[in-house]
């Protein structure tokens, strides 16, 4: 590209004004908003799994619909992610592909089995909360359609968020056995849903240059953080307890103070083994092998309307 084009690109990036998918962009701009918005995509659609196997065996009929909803809503942030991440010139199928094929990342998070009806409850509160505290500072990422997409995701997030906090409370104002269902899943997702930031921030490769070009606004710590602020209070109007004793505010260095996350864990999932990669990448291939029947039918309609439509 011509001097131009790459200045006229950081004057964009400089007034935090945002680039359309018709702008010049850096290949490696391209590069990584593909790489980052795909992920994204490919992480609400596999994040309808653990949450779909309660579907049929909620509680009550209030509990099913909201589930349903909330499912629902999971595939429709991964269709306007994937619409996102097409405007930057890689098709449907190449992205479908690359997450049946093994080849895609998606949010650590969604490889953990959902064993009670609890973990609807610590997924909302827990996964859902940090997944707000994420996105939306994204809402002001430098890429229009990515921005953009990002603002009608929040509000339904926030829906997320609260039905799973009041599915918790529900169960701690329940009897002793609810009580420690609520508390066993809460155990179980808060390490996780912590990791669901990314890496520390001096191991995050990405980082440097996605705060240049304005589509991470803050950093995996601070988010991090940010949710931890937001977690303790709501555990304690909950009555939880967030398994970590050494998790208290620092007044001095104004942060909290955790034990140090096992990366290990973090690592083995990113590497596909976790405790339900193989089964969530199933399932996806199994869908999409269904479904190919609604894909052939609808590509005839499609030839035979254009069909008729020349005639
Ligand atoms: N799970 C899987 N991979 C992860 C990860 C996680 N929790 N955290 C980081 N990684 C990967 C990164 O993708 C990167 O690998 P890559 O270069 O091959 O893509 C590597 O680990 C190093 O991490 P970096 O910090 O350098 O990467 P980023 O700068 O991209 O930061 C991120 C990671 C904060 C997750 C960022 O990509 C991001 O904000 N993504 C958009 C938000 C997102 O994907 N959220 C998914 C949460 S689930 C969800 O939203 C559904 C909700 O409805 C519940």
């Not at 620092?250 to 690592?267: C, G, K, L």
Request: with cysteine; hydrophobic share 40%; glycine share 6%.
């Amino acid at each position: 590209a011509d001097a131009e084009q790459q200045a006229h690109f950081d004057d964009l990036i400089a007034a935090d004004s945002r680039v359309e998918p018709r702008d010049w962009m850096p290949e490696a701009y391209r590069k990584t908003l593909i790489r980052q918005i795909s992920q994204h995509a490919h992480s609400e659609i596999i994040g309808m799994q653990p949450e779909g196997n309660w579907i049929t065996r909620a509680p009550s009929l209030k509990r099913k619909a909201i589930l349903l909803a909330k499912v629902q809503d999971e595939a429709g942030h991964g269709l306007y992610l994937y619409s996102a991440a097409q405007t930057l010139g890689i098709t449907r199928d190449e992205m479908t592909h690359q997450l049946i094929d093994g080849k895609a990342k998606y949010s650590s998070i969604f490889n953990y089995p959902t064993p009670t009806w609890a973990d609807m409850g610590a997924i909302g509160w827990l996964v859902d909360g940090a997944a707000i505290c994420n996105q939306v500072p994204l809402c002001r990422a430098s890429y229009g359609p990515y921005g953009r997409a990002m603002v009608r995701i929040c509000k339904e997030e926030s829906f997320h968020q609260r039905q799973g906090f009041e599915i918790l409370l529900t169960l701690m104002q329940g009897t002793d056995a609810q009580r420690a269902m609520a508390q066993d899943a809460v155990d179980r997702w808060y390490w996780p849903s912590l990791m669901m930031f990314g890496p520390p921030d001096d191991a995050s490769p990405n980082s440097a240059r996605s705060t240049a070009w304005k589509i991470k606004r803050f950093s995996n710590d601070e988010l991090r953080q940010r949710f931890l602020g937001m977690l303790v209070p709501q555990a304690e109007a909950l009555g939880v307890t967030l398994p970590d004793p050494e998790l208290h505010w620092d007044e001095d260095a104004q942060r909290w103070r955790m034990t140090e996350i096992d990366w290990s864990e973090f690592h083995e999932i990113l590497a596909g083994r976790g405790p339900m990669n193989a089964v969530r990448l199933q399932n996806r291939r199994d869908a999409h092998e269904d479904g190919a029947w609604v894909r052939e039918a609808a590509a005839e309609y499609a030839r035979k309307q254009a069909a008729t439509a020349e005639n």
